[in-house]
């Protein structure tokens, strides 16, 4: 069998795994990547696209249904299950057609088949032609990503038992749900899901749904999907789904007060991610894993043998795709040579439940954990002009700064939790902020455009230093 010689192979076409070879292709490095589905992985094929079109789409649902406030009476409002997938499996392709355009355009090959390490530097990649050998010169890139995980008593058959993979497509729409765990796919399409018409039970191991965030946070999240019916059964382990004689499916869970049982069409199994170490023939390659399986890596997305990287999912938390991708970028530019280095000092995430949920740098808790002294800012969306204008006045912006510097007069920002109207895009404000190590100060003299929702990352910023306009300050 001959070997293809290459400077870098890239194992995965997700966030990570593309846009390192773009970049790996832009600085001019024979470049391969290796996908054994589709390219664009898990974001753009089932997971954040996906997702994303749907939330739209019920959104403008419950909108549409809701607008009488508005004087806007809108009857008559369906939905037709195989049109909306079709028109998400539509920006699905386009998506992933323009990743494969822009990997060739940048001088990238793409090979689809599932690559195997034979060695440190060498892969045998089974293709739908035969097996091919490919080396790499200056590295490997792992970029394999992560799957959900299986629970005892939950066999998956992509039917009725399912993974997020299966959830994106549910066509027709089952009349009945219940999704086991309340974390960030449960709660975005739970929410999704009971915009549409469908009944959802959350359950939820924790004593509360979005466990790892504030409380404070959550909240009007959870106000919102039980007004909209979502029904939450916390503190509460899933046993069992046994399929019925009449085609439905009986879910058991232990709750605080006893066992129960609940009638279903679907059940939806998000209890969290594990990474795609154990696939790609890893101890051939000699890499450490951690504990969990995520492959140890440094700050230049190195491993512990020379010429082998990892980015995204399988290299640990979180597991999020633009932290993907930031890490493709470095692990690029490392093998070509330059300078780079992970630095998360500040790393978003959002959450696109109703309303969105999004933050950076540390929580409140996390800072007075940690025994900072800190000012807190808030700001309700309730007092925003902007949010009352588009009917969407639920949540706030939550700045926590630190008294630093002489006298403790200056108040570096260290966080910004957001939950609310198009917090996902108003997070980005914030990210920019601690990446620059700005102080409420710079947020607050920095001029807002009126009227808009950034307003009240401005005003938070200032009510952290008692100099909010439109709310009363402390
Ligand atoms: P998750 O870790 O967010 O939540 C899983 C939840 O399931 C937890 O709250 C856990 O307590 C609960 N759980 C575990 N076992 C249980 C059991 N037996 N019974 C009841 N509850 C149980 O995981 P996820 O929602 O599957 O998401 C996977 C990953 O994907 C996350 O790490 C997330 O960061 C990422 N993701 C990110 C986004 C985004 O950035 N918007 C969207 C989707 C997914």
Redo the contacts with the bound molecule.
Sequence with gaps: MSTKVYDAIVIGGGPGGYVAAIRLGQLKQKTLVIEKESMGGVCLNW??IP?KALIAAANFVEKAKHADVMGITITGVSVDAGKLMGWKDGIVKKLTGGVRTLCKGNGADIMMGEAKFVSADTLEVKTAEGVERVQATKGIIVATG?R??A?PGFEFDGKQVIT?KEAVSLNPLPKRMVI?????????LGGVYSKLGVEITV????PS????MDADLVAPVTKSMTKAGVKFLTG???KSAVKQPDGSLKVT?EAPDGIKEIACDVCLV????KPNSDVVGIEKSGVALDKKGHVIIDEECRTNVKGVYAIGDVSG?????HKASKEGEIAAEVIAGHKAARDWRAMP????THPEIANVGLSEKEARDKGLDITIGKFPFAASGRAMAVSETDGFVKVIAERVGKDKKDHKIIGVHIVGPEASDLISEAALALEMDAYVEDVGLTVHPHPTLGEAVMEAAKHAIGEAVHIMNK
């Design positions: 997971g954040c997702s992560s959900p995980v629970i997020a086991i765990g309340g974390g960030i796919i449960g709660m975005e359950v939820e191991f924790m749904v979005l466990a790892s509460t382990k899933a869970v998000a209890v969290g991610m938390v979180p597991y999020l795709a995430a959002a959450t696109f």
